[in-house]
């Protein structure tokens, strides 16, 4: 059942067409690499870039799409229990050029590695084929939670990075809200939903441990699929 926009949208949706009405923007010198280009889509609409907690614009979270990848973060969170990104690294990982243990995994359902994600009544897991006692997880309210509060209501801003001459221009603009928050298990377990892993030892084998953090991503495509209802931002 399609619902109606949220009233929010008589203010906020106006704030997205001025930034369509822009033009190639300039970077501000504060903003570098992959995220410059959002970084600076909420300098312009003065949104605290600390806020990760909660939406961005009154009750709508902002993100920027552009550039080569079509995979969107959605959001960032470590899997249980305490500990387990050390015994990933230290399972799983391989050692790169700099002799530190790394290990940069994304599974979509499953993986080359052995890795396969299983959904049951309230948790999302992650298993090795390889390794029958590894077991890394989330609870389903912790994802469900995370979902409702940061992104029940999302625009996404598309757009063009120019990194050579650090401009960006912001193109068009689609409004997503209403998540299906059951469905949303079931995506990741289906592989629509990409479990991402990131972290690597700061020397060898057994050293501290540097996490760039578990990231939740989905292919830009398919972003409809876990929301009930969207719409163009018209220019």
Known sequence: MVS???????????????ILHLGWVEIPNMFHG????????????????????????????????G??????????????????????VDDFGWEDQHGRISFRHTISGQSERGFRVINTNNKI?????????????????????????????????????????????FRSAIAYWEPDLI????AIEKGIILIDFDARTTEGRGTSLRNHGTKFRIRIENIGTIYKNSEVILP
């Open 4 to 18: 109606k926009i949220p009233k929010s949208s008589k203010s906020v949706f106006p704030i997205i067409r001025d």
């Open 34 to 65: 992959t995220g410059a280009p959002g970084n600076t889509l909420e300098y312009l609409i003065d949104i605290d870039p600390n806020n990760n907690d909660s939406p961005d614009l009154q009750d709508w979270e902002l993100k920027f799409h």
């Open 67 to 88: 550039g080569r990848s079509n995979l969107l973060t959605l959001f960032h969170k470590e899997a249980q229990p305490k500990g387990i990104m050390d015994v990933m």
């Open 125 to 169: 897991i992650v298993l090795n084929d390889f390794e029958d006692d590894f077991e890394a997880y989330w609870d389903h309210n912790i994802l469900i939670g995370q979902l409702a509060a940061k992104l029940r209501r999302l625009i996404i801003v598309h757009g063009q990075y120019d990194r050579k001459n650090r401009i960006v221009i």
């Open 183 to 186: 469905g949303f298990c079931h």
